[in-house]
């Protein structure tokens, strides 16, 4: 017979049968941790509970004593094991809580002294890295206005800070942003370049919000400390590859999930030397370049380069860097409508080629053929 304490009471066999009744209807630890002892038989461990995040939008039943935990959910029918879950079911890329972050420091965005100074300084190397492989797809360059003629969409755009140095190398770039604050001071600043008045247009908007009215619509995707942001970095993507042309182009530019960007680019630039507000990034959302990779490649990306980049604290500037331990910048490009021609037909292409290349491979072959 189970024997159970409550507050150093004995329970009657009523109590008993209840917890037992609670034990059958409970399902098991699905992960334990060190201190955590699963149902043994018929007897209870002494700490049985359930992390509180498995159970964050169920109701749960606890019974808590000085030697043991029950803990029961209310509502079993949804109730998923922790590795059955799903990637993401949200409808959205954009996290909530980085809107109300990057809210806050809408109108500091042109302050090249303040929070946003590293990415002032960023402009160096991304926006040579954006402009030298776009130019390798295009046959004819426009002296002055090198990326003349192509559209270029710059994803989660803050306050243009890179959609304005391309919209002067000649693109015609759209701008979009979740944070309709960051969009405001976005236009106002371009409002006082005629120039760039006509070649920019900003929405407040998430990429998957103009999917439908852009699909194929664009040279090139930029996403610039963007991932690290987005709450569905697989739908993302598959949004980036939909707005593309094909050949078309996605830059981005990220932070690697190293231990060592967790102590610099956190610890250090966050909560020591104030570089970054405290907040801006949430490290288990960084991404690492195979990571990165390992989602491009399914969704139609080919990744081209993959290039490190460091930021020196105390000079303020970026340089190139072999490793990518810190942050990175990538270059993918979207297959052509020739990579995605029908499987039944490359065969047939290949099985009529073949012998033509080999019979015409060299004159000695030819005659060998004729005897």
Request: proline fraction near 6%; charged fraction near 20%.
């Amino acid at each position: 017979m189970l024997v159970a304490m409550w507050n150093g009471r004995r329970l009657s066999s009523r109590g008993v049968r209840f917890l037992e009744t609670l034990r059958l209807g409970c399902p098991r630890a699905v992960a334990e941790p060190p201190g955590v002892a699963s149902w043994s038989g018929n007897q209870p461990s002494k700490n049985l509970q359930i992390k509180p995040w498995e159970l964050c939008e169920h109701r749960t039943i606890q019974f808590r004593s000085s030697s043991m935990t029950f803990s029961c959910l209310t509502r079993m029918k949804t109730y998923r094991p922790p590795w059955k879950r799903l990637y993401s079911t949200s409808q959205t890329t954009v996290d909530s809580k980085e809107v109300k972050t990057f809210l806050a420091l809408a109108h500091k965005w042109w302050d090249e002294q303040g929070p946003f100074a590293p990415l002032h300084s960023m402009n160096d190397l991304r926006v040579p890295f954006i402009r030298d492989n776009l130019l390798k797809t295009s046959a004819s360059h426009h002296p002055g206005r090198p990326l003349c003629g192509m559209k270029i969409i710059d994803v989660g755009c803050g306050g243009g800070l890179l959609t304005e140095p391309l919209g002067r190398l000649g693109a015609s770039v759209i701008g979009i942003d979740p944070v309709a604050e960051n969009i405001k001071i976005a236009q106002h600043h371009k409002s006082f370049d005629p120039v760039l008045d006509k070649r920019i247009e900003y929405k407040a908007c998430a990429l998957e919000e103009i999917v439908n009215e852009t699909a194929q619509g664009f040279d090139a995707v930029v996403a610039s400390e963007v991932v690290e942001h987005v709450i569905d970095l697989e739908m993302f993507i598959q949004c980036c590859y939909q707005v593309l042309k094909p050949g078309g182009s996605l830059f981005i530019t990220t932070v690697n999930k190293t231990q060592l960007s967790y102590a610099l680019g956190i610890v250090f630039s966050e909560q020591i030397a104030g570089i970054v507000p405290k907040g801006t990034h949430t490290w288990e959302k960084f991404v690492s370049p195979e990571k990165l990779e390992s989602i491009l490649e399914p969704n139609g990306l080919s990744v081209q380069t993959v290039a490190g980049m460091f930021y020196n604290p105390f000079s303020g500037y970026w340089h190139w860097s072999k490793s990518t331990s810190l942050n990175y910048a990538a270059h993918a490009v979207k297959s052509s409508v020739q990579e995605h021609s029908d499987p039944a037909e490359s065969a047939l292409k290949g099985d009529t080629e073949v012998p033509q290349a080999d019979t015409s491979s060299s004159p000695r072959v030819q005659e060998e053929l004729k005897k």
